[in-house]
């Protein structure tokens, strides 16, 4: 069984930048897409990235041209670099992980939580101002 977790979240203030990371263990997700979610207080949990089969990569508006996601597959590893970091940022991030997909991936498929069949247990991210 897949287990994913991250880490890198913490404190940083507004205009800062982050990376998490999260690796996986159990198996190897060569064959599967990774996406980044995050929930903040109140809110429901939304598609922040997602990288599928061929590197191909995906990001949610509000976070394009800020962040970036890449995945290194002989880590088994996927990571989230966030630059210019804003107060509306700071939510819980979740990594997460397809079933075996196929090579090229869709923004309706990358940015559906349904797509997703494992998930870390989050971190912490809080932007101040």
């Known amino acids: 069984q897949v287990q994913l977790v991250e880490s890198g979240g913490g404190l940083v203030p507004a205009g800062g930048s982050l990376t998490l990371s999260c690796a996986a263990s159990?198996?190897?997700?060569?064959?599967?897409?990774r996406g980044w979610f995050r929930q903040a207080p109140g809110k429901d949990r939304e598609f922040v990235a997602g990288?599928?089969?061929?590197?191909?990569?995906f990001y949610a508006d509000s976070v394009k041209g800020r962040f970036t996601v890449s995945r290194d597959n002989a880590k088994n590893a996927v990571s989230l670099l966030m630059n210019n970091l804003k107060p509306d940022d700071t939510a819980v991030y979740y990594c997460?992980?397809?079933?075996?997909?196929?090579?090229?991936?869709?923004?309706?498929?990358?940015?559906?939580?349904?797509?997703?069949?494992?998930w870390g247990p989050g971190t912490q991210v809080t932007v101040s101002s």
């Open positions: 159990g198996r190897s997700l060569r064959d599967h897409a």
């Open positions: 997460a992980a397809t079933p075996r997909t196929a090579f090229f991936a869709t923004m309706n498929y990358m940015s559906a939580q349904k797509s997703y069949d494992t």
């Open positions: 990288i599928d089969r061929s590197g191909g990569t």
